[in-house]
């Protein structure tokens, strides 16, 4: 069995000498993000720092930040569990006598999936209840200077359909808070507790919900997987944990909490009630604007005695959720096919922030399967919100994006695999397409024998209005020049400039610096597919027949930042400062 408590895992961690215990005053407020942004920049160890100010709860920051963390938290049985519960549908559907002998194994260890109720003497959370001034001593953490406020960064919002409580929903979603007894509940598109919520609107309802914070490892991964919209994430926790999932009545009624989680805020969302939220640094790497969203009225907030609070940072890639997200993609890809058929593998890029961009190797047993493939994962929970996706039938590695997009360029014919779908929604975070939740959507596919060499070393002279032409791998030419609000029309004449001189090159895309954003795969997601809208970004000649568009090639690809965008996060100078003068006082031994 996985690590049941929080505790637990710091105290592996602490054994393993991947825990950094720093005891210098730090404040919440901008100090503790710096201090951990530059630590997981560095792949540096988890962060537990005993002497906050303005809390008595020490926090801890960093617990999946490596590669290493995350498989030692969660080890290798998930991820072969899945496998095997995958690979037996066939064997036991239908049952037979003789199937399930064979899957007995599989069927032992499904049995210790589920949820078991603790005694109410035994459950650690039950410790304390403050039900004046719930949230009085919270730990304030603030990650960016234009934040609104502090907000609970490893939220597990928990709520139930008004109508079935059996219908569960476990998800993280921003906790901006307000004050000592409200706080704000970021409820984006296609997210379970903004139907929960949806739902008892409809009846004039208000919500009870939970944010449980700590626990078991296995249940902080939980609440950010993409399951499908009616899997119960705390059955996917106990299997991620490999026993049953330990919960404890709320004495004073309400939902089933956590026996082992480290706080559980209480509280209800009345209908039709918004304020203000935001703006936040996201993990899109930008600010997120502020908008109006729903309000939790704080009715307690349970704790253990000698609480700790496990917060994150958040910000431009690769932070700790690429780490966490990359596990959850592992664990889940065996059910992309038996939910899709025609999907052989998915994959959605942390880099760029998940909704962005996603990719997938698909079956083509008839002419155009590939487009069948991308209308289903298109219309497939979370997966709908994504605003770019890339489809090849061969067999490669979707994680390594240069390999793949050239095994699609190469492949690629422009009149017949470039799909752009207009108005649709967009991930709530995006702000591409200039309006909340609304946007584009493009499809790239290249399916079946090579059509063309791509080229690897640009030598084909002079652009107008070019400085900088990088190669970012075959096929793929990043270019930059004037900024867009310097000039707004360069797009669509760098199409008629390469077709003069009959590129070679199929896809151009023009960013603000060419030599930044191809450095690494996390430099040319996050700068590309988070700063271009498919349907107004992506250049090329073009012809209508049938209703059909027929792009013809280059296809250039405007990403360069424009006015509307959001800032960048950039730390503030004098945190920086700070930060750099007390950085032996954090770590005096090193």
Request: include cysteine; glycine fraction near 8%.
């Amino acid at each position: 069995m996985g690590y049941s408590n929080l505790r637990q895992w710091i105290e592996q961690l602490r054994k393993d000498k991947d825990l950094a215990v720093i005891e210098a005053p730090v404040d919440p407020y901008l100090e503790l993000a710096e201090i951990h942004r530059r630590v997981i920049q560095e792949e540096g160890p988890a962060l537990l720092f005993t002497n906050v100010k303005g809390t008595p709860f020490p926090v801890v920051t960093n617990l999946f930040g490596t590669v290493r963390r995350v498989d030692q938290a969660f080890g290798p049985r998930p991820e072969a569990l899945m496998k095997s519960l995958m690979g037996a549908v066939e064997t036991l559907l239908p049952p037979t006598v003789t199937g399930v002998w064979k899957e007995k194994g599989l069927l032992f260890n499904l049995l210790k999936v589920g949820i078991k109720n603790v005694p109410q003497g035994e459950a650690p959370i039950l410790n304390v209840c403050q039900s004046t001034d719930p949230l009085k001593g919270l730990p304030r953490v603030t990650s960016w200077q234009e934040d609104g406020g502090p907000f609970v960064t490893l939220p597990l919002v928990y709520t139930e359909s008004p109508s079935n409580p059996k219908d569960h929903n476990l998800g993280m979603y921003r906790i901006q808070i307000y004050d000592d007894q409200t706080t704000g509940v970021h409820w984006q598109i296609h997210k379970g507790g903004g139907f929960h919520h949806h739902e008892a609107e409809q009846r004039n309802e208000a919500l009870p919900v939970s944010v449980f914070v700590g626990g078991p490892p296995a249940l902080i991964a939980t609440a950010i997987a993409p399951v499908p919209e009616r899997m119960p994430e705390l059955l996917l926790a106990s299997m991620v944990l490999g026993g049953r999932l330990p919960m404890v009545k709320d004495p004073m009624g309400g939902h089933r909490m956590p026996a082992e989680a480290e706080f559980v805020i209480r509280g209800l969302v009345p209908p039709h009630e918004r304020r203000p939220e935001g703006p936040f640094g996201d993990h899109y790497g930008y600010y997120s604007l502020k908008h109006d969203f729903p309000v939790m009225n704080v009715q307690r907030m349970w704790h253990r005695k000698d609480a700790i609070y496990p917060a994150t940072i958040v910000g431009k890639p690769r932070q700790e959720d690429y780490y966490l997200g990359d596990f959850l993609q592992r664990l889940l890809s065996p059910a992309y096919p038996l939910v899709m058929p025609s999907v052989r593998s998915l994959w959605a890029y942390s880099e760029s922030g998940s909704h962005t961009l996603a990719s997938a190797v698909v079956r083509e047993s008839y002419s155009r399967e590939a487009l069948v493939s991308a209308f289903r994962i298109l219309g497939e929970g979370q997966l709908s919100l994504t605003k770019f996706l890339v489809l090849t039938n061969e067999p490669v590695d979707l994680s390594d994006f240069p390999k793949l997009l050239e095994t699609v360029l190469e492949r690629f014919n422009p009149a017949v695999d470039l799909f752009i779908f207009n108005k649709t929604s967009h991930d709530t975070l995006d702000y591409t397409g200039q309006r909340m939740n609304h946007g584009s959507k493009g499809v790239l596919m290249g399916i079946g024998s090579k059509v063309r060499e791509l080229p690897r070393s640009y030598e084909e002279g002079n652009l107008p209005g070019i400085r900088a032409a990088v190669p970012y791998c075959g096929g793929c030419l990043v270019v930059s020049g004037p900024s867009y609000k310097e000039d707004p029309e360069l797009p669509q004449r760098l199409v008629g400039a390469l077709r003069e001189k009959n590129t070679s090159w199929p896809l151009v895309i023009l960013v603000d610096n060419a030599a930044e954003t191809v450095k690494t795969q996390t430099s040319f997601l996050w700068t590309v597919f988070t700063r271009f809208n498919p349907a107004t970004d992506i250049f090329a000649e073009a012809m209508v027949k049938n209703h059909h568009i027929g792009y013809e090639l280059p296809i250039v690809i405007d990403a360069r930042m424009k006015p509307g965008y959001p800032d960048e996060l950039f730390p503030r100078e004098d945190i920086v400062e700070l930060v750099d003068r007390n950085w032996k006082n954090y770590f005096p031994t090193v």
